[in-house]
């Protein structure tokens, strides 16, 4: 996994970053900027942060004799008040598509490699070998008859991923939406996406309806659906991407997430709170809560902060440590390997509680430690607030 920086690979960073290679070879040393990997026999650069032009994300795959770029995917501006972001950003109509909970993940072909690229630029393997089991052949037909140049993004949803759980009824355990598709940095109208995703047979974000950018009413049904479907909200796409993309999510989801948050209140707890309270806090205006529902609002918010976070400060009273846990399935000890050294070049910490073999397939139960653990372990001991 670690990689010997050779002169030719930060050549081909310059070509890609259309700079001189002294500063190509600056910028790989200090690691800051841009990240080097290796995937199998692949080298790359994953930029850590947006630079010269390219955005967060963006990966630059190298070989001797030339190189690929990958851009990052943009981010989604989020929206508080629909009946004013809707109609004062939108054109005309609006293709309104559920937005799923899950991780991000670009689809390439890598000079005939077929491989799985998240949100930071990063092949993950464990995501590349599941994503081949399922969808190799429709994805290579799809690379082979529309070009090798297509990017294909969606979202991997379900339960078995070491990113983001999510159950969906839909899903099973592990299974992959795709919701764009690009040929470089240039996004491909969501109609002919769909109709493209579909043709080769790969699962597709469900589209829940092409609506008037005034029709806010029809908006607000959409909403109230998937709320008590509890299901995570929506992204909002011009037909043909005239104008970017807009998200906004279920009070369902807010609250969830808060709740699942702050089973760790050092570490999601943290940096989700303030923006789920945000957006709690306008959707309240937006929709013009009675006190009766404000009441339940309250209620609803302030057990998702508080419950799940002494639960937590329990548990390692009582000696216990904070984790997530998660199961993962692999084709073999060989792909369980490549994951692990991939998490370790991450330097994430993961500790293997149990390996299963079953129908010829690997399960095995992984644990993530917390900071959370230290940081309340620590104040059970002295009895002091590690802020202010
Ligand atoms: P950012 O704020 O930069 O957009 P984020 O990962 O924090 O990043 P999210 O709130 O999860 O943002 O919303 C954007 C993400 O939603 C996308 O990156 C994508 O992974 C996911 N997503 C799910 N469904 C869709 C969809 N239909 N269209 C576009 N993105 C979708
Ligand atoms: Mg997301």
């Not at 006190?291 to 918010?301: F, G, N, P, V, Y």
């Not at 846990?325 to 692999?330: A, I, N, Q, S, T």
Request: charged fraction near 30%; proline fraction near 4%; hydrophobic fraction near 40%.
């Amino acid at each position: 996994m670690h990689v010997t920086l050779e002169r030719w690979m930060v050549e081909r960073l310059a070509d890609a970053l259309g700079v001189s290679v002294e500063e190509a070879e600056r910028i790989a040393r200090r690691r800051s900027v841009v990240r080097v990997m290796r995937w199998r026999s692949i080298v790359y650069f994953s930029l850590r942060k947006e630079a010269y032009g390219l955005r967060e994300g963006t990966m630059i795959a190298v070989w001797p004799d030339g190189h690929r770029v990958v851009h990052g995917y943009p981010s989604i501006q989020r929206v508080l008040l629909p009946s004013i972001a809707i109609p004062k950003h939108f054109i005309d109509k609006v293709v309104v598509e559920e937005k799923m909970n899950g991780y991000n993940v670009r689809v390439v072909d890598l000079r005939g490699e077929i491989v799985a690229v998240t949100r930071g630029g990063l092949i993950c393997p464990y995501t590349t070998a599941r994503i081949r089991r399922m969808y190799g052949e429709k994805l290579r037909r799809l690379f082979d008859e529309q070009g090798e140049d297509l990017v294909v993004m969606g979202e991997v949803v379900g339960l078995e991923n070491p990113y983001v759980r999510y159950y969906y009824p839909e899903a099973g355990g592990f299974a992959y939406f795709v919701f764009d598709m690009a040929r470089g940095d240039k996004f491909i109208p969501p109609g002919e996406r769909r109709e493209l995703a579909e043709q080769y047979g790969l699962p597709h974000v469900p589209v829940l309806g092409v609506i008037d950018k005034n029709d806010i009413e029809t908006f607000r049904k959409i909403i109230d659906d998937l709320e008590r479907r509890g299901r995570e909200g929506v992204v909002m796409k011009d037909p043909e991407y005239r104008v970017p993309a807009l998200k906004f999510t279920t009070s369902f989801i807010n609250i969830h997430d808060i709740e699942v948050g702050m089973r760790f209140p050092f570490d999601e707890g943290r940096s989700y709170l303030f923006s789920r309270i945000l957006r709690e806090m306008f959707k309240a205006i937006e929709e013009g809560w009675d006190d009766r529902r404000l009441l339940s609002e309250e209620q609803a918010l302030g057990k998702a902060i508080l419950e799940p976070a002494i639960e937590s400060i329990k548990r390692v009273k009582e000696g216990g440590m904070l984790y997530e846990e998660f199961e993962l399935v692999f084709g073999g000890r060989e792909e369980l390997e490549e994951f692990l050294d991939y998490m370790s070049a991450l330097g994430v910490d993961v500790i293997v509680a149990s390996v299963r073999e079953q129908d010829g397939e690997l399960r095995v139960k992984m644990r993530k430690v917390k900071d959370s653990w230290r940081e309340i372990l620590r104040i059970l001991e002295t009895g002091l607030s590690p802020i202010d």
